[in-house]
């Protein structure tokens, strides 16, 4: 009898203590995903959503919602329960070419990001995703401008271990993916996190475009009041299973979600 009432009143306390936390623990940071594509296809959306989708459940540090269109872009209410840029504190892009979306929902979103101070993380093809609009490429730091050697052995260097996620990489390597050339892109406003190694690059390709030779891999930067994370990485499939790939994409959307924090002043290229 004694035993009982003993094992009774441990339990009772696990499971107040139990609420206690519960009551405690601040709510889940909200993520949404964007899988769209007006032009060129790539297989790996559906795999990499997923996976950032479960990298959310499995660290405990945000709930994604997923789309393939771009109706929860407004900030206007809409019909029965559909979630709009208010129920949100992030959104990623695995998009390309021009989506739907008219003038009063572009401004939603630039206003999402560049005056409420939310995120954005863009992955790929996202920096060939509305070309037309100046504000998105001022926003995400650059445009898709060729990829010069397509999918290949790229040489890799970390410029930036200390933002959260790029510990994960060796200081440098070479990962099978393919590289966008970014033009409108400058150290000027973004903080270079991964970059190509020129030296290791043919630079007499007839597409390479960049007289400085420089490279971005993955960069984060400041939108205004909101936090801005792009890497070109994420083409191959079989790299969102890259233990690497999926801390540096943690790492990056815990920082644009503001659950840590990064230095992202802008620096100038390191001397070669």
Do not use: C
């Amino acid at each position: 009898m004694m035993l009982a009432r003993t094992a009774a009143r441990i339990a009772l306390s696990i499971g107040l203590a139990a609420t206690a936390m519960a009551q405690t623990a601040p709510p889940r940071k909200k993520l949404l995903v964007i899988g769209e594509e007006k032009g060129y296809r790539h297989e790996a959306v559906t795999h990499a959503m997923v996976t950032i989708e479960r990298l959310g459940r499995e660290t405990g540090s945000w709930d994604t919602v997923i789309r393939t269109d771009t109706e929860a872009l407004t900030k206007a209410k809409l019909e029965y329960n559909a979630k709009t840029l208010n129920d949100f504190d992030a959104v990623l892009f695995y998009t390309g070419g021009t989506l739907e979306m008219d003038e009063q929902k572009k401004a939603d979103f630039a206003s999402f990001v560049h005056d409420d101070g939310k995120g954005f993380i863009g992955i790929h093809s996202a920096a060939i995703t509305f070309t037309q609009w100046p504000a998105y490429g001022e926003m995400i730091g650059g445009y898709y401008d060729e990829h010069p050697w397509n999918t290949f052995d790229a040489p890799i260097v970390v410029e930036d271990a200390s933002f959260p996620g790029m510990q994960s990489w060796k200081p440098s390597f070479v990962l099978t993916d393919e590289i966008y050339q970014l033009k409108l892109f400058s150290r000027e406003n973004s903080r270079v996190l991964l970059r190509l190694d020129a030296s290791k690059l043919d630079l007499k390709n007839p597409r390479v475009h960049r007289t400085d030779n420089d490279f971005a891999v993955a960069f984060a930067k400041m939108y205004g009041k909101g936090r801005v994370f792009y890497t070109t990485l994420g083409h191959v499939e079989a790299n969102w299973d890259k233990p690497e790939m999926q801390a540096m994409i943690a790492g990056a959307i815990k920082w644009a979600l503001r659950l840590v924090d990064a230095d992202v002043t802008p620096r100038p290229a390191p001397s070669r």
